[in-house]
């Protein structure tokens, strides 16, 4: 029994549902056009139900953040759309416009229509509580138009903004169906890990990945931590190597000498549970070169070595349990993509549970065309690592509250 509504618990038939999605795109910031459209599928599913139900569909999303050059309109996500259901999605070039309004009124059963940006409104980035957001000029002008609130957008679930959380205070609210699966099988999974469990942990944002060690060291989820990216390099200092001043120097400028600290408490408490690599790669004029983790020059390391991608993935083969988040290097360049690329063939040989935490590995996977062979990609890495770090999920709490 799950603690939110889903759809199949109200009668959408001939109702006007605004339904939250994530479409944010890449972008070509020349042509402007959308380069990948994998998010675009994903609501599909959830849109397309709705309108074969009969309810009026109203689409509320986002494209980037102001002063980014994809941030743009969502004409082109429109059309995109319309594409992928082979159904025609109306596009409106306002959120709350009159004109926006009267598209919304004159919308028949099964139609649907696609508002504006919901961050060229400038109180939609500003993170607060449902209550408060209930009361922004977002919510005030769209709920009285509107019969249900259903939000799709797991990627966007650890924030609250007023697209995100506003609706749920007044207005019937529902989880969509790609919530709804990314709740279900990731907290199915954290409830019912089997040993050994690994957790692979790398990419630029340490905070998370410390965060969610911390959380499933100490509760016993996992049984070992294979650190890499950034990640490691923290770890590998936290653990009294030199790393190199040009990677401290780096690590600081982040803002994350305090991770630093917190890794070697965690190697403190609990030993070799925390791995870290044992080589590194680094650039030496221009070229690849793996080196020993006692004996890392002072250049810039861009991946883990190929000692430590053997060691890695006899880990991840040997374990029941996987769950992955962040690249293990530079893997955008060829010769540092090694590490990350191996690392996920590990995975999608693995006989294990195997599940991949969004983001930029999710990434990686569907380039290598692997996303068929884990058990679950998520389409939210902030969310999921979110929920891997033991953290409520904002729109998830007023989804409950909803309910409740």
């Not at 529902?174 to 790398?202: S, W, Y």
């Not at 499933?216 to 049984?223: E, F, I, K, R, Y």
């Not at 590998?236 to 401290?248: E, T």
């Not at 996920?344 to 068929?372: P, V």
Request: glycine residues 8%; aromatic residues 6%; contains cysteine.
């Amino acid at each position: 029994m799950v603690d939110f509504n889903t759809i199949d618990d109200f009668d959408i038939e001939d109702k006007t549902v605004l339904v939250r999605i994530d479409i944010n795109s890449p972008v070509d910031p020349s042509s402007g056009i959308i380069l990948d459209d994998t998010r675009l599928k994903l609501h599909a599913q959830t849109v397309k139900e709705l309108s074969n139900k009969g309810a009026k569909v109203v689409l509320l999303a986002h494209q980037s953040r102001p002063g980014k050059k994809d941030f743009t309109t969502l004409s082109q996500h429109a059309q995109a759309l319309s594409d992928i259901l082979n159904l025609r999605v109306k596009y409106a070039d306002s959120l709350f416009s009159n004109a926006a309004k009267e598209a919304i009124k004159s919308l028949k059963p099964h139609e649907i229509l696609l508002l504006e940006n919901a961050r060229f409104f400038s109180e939609e980035s500003l993170s607060r509580t449902p209550e408060e957001q209930s009361k922004t000029l977002l919510v005030r002008h769209l709920s009285p138009l509107i019969d249900y609130f259903v939000n799709d957008a797991f990627a966007a679930a650890h924030r609250s903004h007023a697209s995100l959380v506003g609706f749920t205070v007044d207005t019937p609210s529902a989880a969509g169906r790609v919530m709804e699966k990314e709740l279900t099988v990731i907290q199915d999974a954290l409830d019912n890990v089997e040993h050994p469990c690994v957790f692979l942990l790398g990419g630029m944002k340490p905070e998370d990945s410390i965060d969610v060690m911390e959380n499933v060291l100490s509760n016993g989820t996992a049984d070992s931590i294979l650190t890499t990216g950034i990640v490691g390099n923290i770890v590998l200092w936290a653990a009294g190597v030199d790393i190199g001043q040009v990677n401290k120097d780096f690590i600081v400028s982040r803002g994350y000498e305090d991770m630093v600290e917190k890794a070697k408490e965690l190697i403190d408490r609990f030993g070799d549970k925390v791995k870290y690599p044992i080589d590194v790669a680094c650039d030496i004029d221009g070229q690849r070169v793996d080196i020993d983790f006692k004996e890392i020059p002072n250049k810039s390391i861009f991946d883990i070595g190929v000692k430590t991608i053997s060691y890695y993935a006899k880990e991840i083969r040997d374990a029941k349990y996987i769950f992955a988040n962040g690249p293990a290097g530079v893997f955008e360049d060829p010769k540092f993509s090694m590490g990350t690329e191996d690392l996920i063939n590990a995975m999608a040989t693995s006989k294990g549970f195997t599940l991949i935490g969004g983001g930029h590995i999710a990434a990686a996977t569907a380039g290598l065309g692997l996303e068929e062979h884990m058990s679950h990609l998520s389409s939210g890495g902030g969310a999921c690592i979110s929920m891997l770090a033991g953290k409520k999920l904002a729109a998830v709490e007023a989804l409950k509250n909803s309910k409740k």
